[in-house]
């Protein structure tokens, strides 16, 4: 089996391709790192050529204005287009819980674009929405920075191990096509208040965190349950409590 994975240098990608590899696929690493670009189309039908399955872990190098959304509309166009002259069997993409709930923010639209897109291509396909990834909570953090502290709100979410993500999106791959979006979520529920105060101490910053529930998540008032998923398919094995630990300790 060959699968081209496309964003292959990314936080998902790299840990895609090891998966993939150790489980004994024939894997085709692919992004600007590796001389493949998905939105100009520079060497990409090569790159798919023979592939059985292809999957997009690409993402935006920005997020403002229509950034994402050119990113994101040119990149699916020209994976999709490549995909079906190559007769590729299963056409997988990354995407984010609630996606459909944020469309006010311009990231998110053009993730509902990319979904979109690959849904009306009639392709078997499988979506695979994620909840942020630990990785990504200094990032959900920041976007509270007012002044000296944060202010963010007490919406919940369930983060996600990276390394869960990529293991179930290699399963996934390796599988038949769901020709469907399943959702993946980790094994604890936080508020995004809550979460921000542990990441601080484990970092033994001592900036507050203010409760606050109309701070807004990239541009979007949240509720209590608009970052959560609607049907769990999988959940991550890693708690955050341990990968906090073993971060801080490397
Ligand atoms: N962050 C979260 O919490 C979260 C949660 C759920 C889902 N997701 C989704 O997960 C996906 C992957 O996220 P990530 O954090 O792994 O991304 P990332 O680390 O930012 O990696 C982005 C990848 O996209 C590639 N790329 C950028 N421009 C490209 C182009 N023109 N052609 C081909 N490849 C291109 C980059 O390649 P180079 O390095 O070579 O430029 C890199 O490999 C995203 O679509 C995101 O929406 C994220």
Known sequence: MKITVMGASGRIGTRLVDN??????????????????????ECLRPAIAGADAVIDVTNAAS?????????????TRNLLAASADAGVRHYLALSV?????????????????????????????TILHS?????????VIDMGADGDSFRLPSAYIKPIAADDVAEILAELAMGAPRNDTLEINGNAQFGLDEIA?????ANEDSRQVITDDSARYYGVELNDDTL???????VG????????NRSMAD
């Open 63 to 75: 997020f403002g204005d229509d950034s994402a959304l050119d990113f994101f509309r040119a990149s």
């Open 228 to 234: 959560l998923p609607l049907k769990t398919a999988r």
């Open 131 to 139: 909840t942020q990834f630990f990785e990504f909570i200094s990032g």
């Open 197 to 201: 105060r542990m990441h601080l101490a």
């Open 20 to 41: 993939l590899r150790q489980a004994g696929i024939e894997v085709i690493s692919a992004s600007p790192t590796f001389g493949v670009n998905s939105v100009t189309g």
């Open 97 to 125: 819980v609630g996606t459909p709930r944020l469309v006010e923010s311009d990231y998110f639209r053009a993730k509902m674009v990319q979904e979109n897109l690959i849904r009306a291509a009639r392709r078997p396909y």
């Open 237 to 244: 094995a890693l708690r955050y409590e341990d990968w906090l």
